[in-house]
C-alpha cells in the first residue's frame, strides 16, 4: 500500500514506539514532533497506561488533542479532565480475574484512579510504578473492587504463557472485553470498544479527520487494531514479525530512534 496523499493526525504508541526501552522521550523524537505541528499535521498518543501515567509527555509534546489511556478505555484533555470513559461490566471482570489466575499469571487492577495490586514485589511492579510516576495500591484481594473497572492486567515473564492466556481470554470473554498484549509481559482486558481501533476511529471523528488520513505507529498485537483502521500504518524495528506483516512500513527500534525515523522518513518525506 502506498502512502496517502494527505497526512492530518498521526497517532502512536507510547512504550515501545514514542520512548525507548528506559522510557526516556528523546530530543530527536520531540523535534520530530514539533516538525509535524510546523508541518500542519496533528499528533496524539494513546498507550495501556492511564492518563496519569503520560502526563510527563504531555508539556513536552505540546499536546493538544485528546489521550487516550487503557487502550481508549479513558479519554482525557491535556489537563487531564475526563472526556469519555468505558469500564469493564462487574461480572466481566471477576470472570476475567479467574482466567488470568488460573493461567498462573499475576493480576493488576485500575479502578478509578487506583492501581490496585496484591504483591508489591510481584514481577514489573516496581519498574511500571518508576514508568507511571505514581505508587500502587495494595490489596488482600480484589473482591470489593469489582466496579469501575477500566482495566484488568495479566503479568508474567513467559512470554509463552501470556501469549495462550490471551488466546484463551478471547475465546471466553471476546464477545464483553477486548483482550490483548500490550508488552511481551503484560496481556491487557479492556472493554470491548476500548482498543486502540476505537481510538482510531474516536480521533477521526472527534478531530474531523478522514480515516485515510491517519497514520499510526506502534509495536505489539494490540497495536494491529489502530493499523485497520487508518490510511498508513508503521511497525517499529523491535516489533514482532507479526506486527511488522501487518503494517504498510517498518522503522528502527526504539533504541534506535525509530519513531522521529518513521515521521521523517514516512510522514514529513
Known amino acids: 500500500m502506498t502512502k496517502p496523499a494527505k497526512i492530518s493526525l498521526l497517532l502512536a504508541d507510547v512504550d515501545g514506539t514514542l520512548v525507548t526501552h528506559d ?7 520531540q523535534d520530530a514532533v514539533r516538525r509535524l505541528r510546523e508541518a500542519q499535521i496533528r499528533f496524539a498518543i494513546t498507550s495501556g497506561r492511564p ?12 499536546l493538544d488533542t485528546p489521550i487516550a489511556g487503557f487502550n481508549g478505555g479513558l479519554f482525557v484533555q491535556p489537563d487531564l479532565s475526563v472526556i469519555a470513559e468505558r469500564t469493564l461490566p462487574t461480572d466481566v471482570v471477576g470472570r476475567c480475574i479467574d482466567l488470568i489466575f488460573s493461567h498462573g499469571l499475576d493480576v493488576w487492577v485500575y479502578a478509578g484512579n487506583d492501581w490496585l495490586v496484591r504483591d508489591p514485589e510481584a ?35 513467559d512470554y509463552g504463557l501470556v501469549q495462550r492466556c490471551e488466546v484463551d481470554a478471547q475465546a471466553n470473554i471476546g464477545e464483553h472485553a ?7 509481559y503484560y496481556l491487557d482486558v479492556t472493554h470491548r470498544d476500548a482498543n486502540k481501533g476505537f481510538v482510531a476511529g474516536y480521533l477521526s471523528r472527534t478531530l474531523g479527520i478522514p480515516s485515510g488520513e491517519i497514520a499510526t505507529i506502534g509495536d505489539q498485537p494490540n497495536d494491529v487494531l489502530m493499523f485497520r483502521r487508518s490510511g498508513f500504518s508503521i511497525a517499529m524495528g523491535n516489533a ?3 506486527v511488522k506483516r501487518q ?7 526504539y533504541d534506535e530512534e525509530g519513531f522521529a525515523q518513521a515521521v521523517e522518513r514516512y510522514i514529513l518525506n
Open 123 to 157: 514481577p514489573h511492579v516496581d519498574r511500571e510504578a518508576w514508568t507511571v510516576k505514581f505508587p500502587p495500591k495494595i490489596v488482600k484481594d480484589f473482591d470489593g473492587v469489582l466496579e469501575k473497572v477500566v482495566k484488568v492486567v495479566g503479568v508474567s515473564d
Open 178 to 184: 477486548t483482550a490483548a498484549r500490550s508488552q511481551p
Open 247 to 253: 503494517a504498510n512500513a517498518v522503522t528502527q527500534s
Open 23 to 29: 522510557k526516556v522521550l528523546t530530543e530527536r523524537a
Open 240 to 242: 514482532s514479525d507479526e
Open 51 to 62: 492518563p496519569r501515567g503520560m502526563a510527563m509527555l504531555i508539556e513536552p509534546l505540546r
